[in-house]
């Protein structure tokens, strides 16, 4: 069974650089087949898709983002990590990561952060 925890800091302060990780067991971030993502949702709006790194170790972007997103991982401990770079308010979300093959599953139960100083 794959499973999914996010871990990180819930507040951060505009302008400074937010960084989550995700913690993936029951498979291999370098298994052929999936991708390993990072997905948002702010307070009332639809879930954002802002990046994913695959079993190469390649990172891809959501353009909107791509400026101030970095996606890496670490092999060693099965573990990939979002940065944001430049936060503000308007970044306050629940992010999520997840596993990616032929669509978004499973999750991880999501991790709340909020931009305010």
């Known amino acids: 069974q794959v499973q999914l925890q996010e871990s990180g800091p819930g507040l951060v302060k505009p302008s400074q650089t937010l960084s989550l990780t995700c913690t993936v067991s029951?498979?291999?971030?370098?298994?052929?087949?999936?991708?390993w993502g990072w997905i948002r949702q702010p307070p009332g709006k639809e879930p954002e898709w802002m990046g994913a790194i695959d079993t190469s170790g390649s990172s891809y972007y959501n353009p909107s983002l791509k400026n101030r997103t970095s996606i890496t991982r670490d092999t060693s401990k099965n573990q990939f990590t979002l940065q944001l770079s430049s936060v503000a308010p308007r970044d306050t979300a629940v992010y999520y990561c997840?596993?990616?093959?032929?669509?978004?599953?499973?999750w991880g139960k999501g991790t709340q952060v909020t931009v305010s100083s």
């Open positions: 029951g498979d291999s971030i370098t298994a052929n087949g999936a991708v």
């Open positions: 997840a596993r990616g093959e032929g669509g978004w599953s499973p």
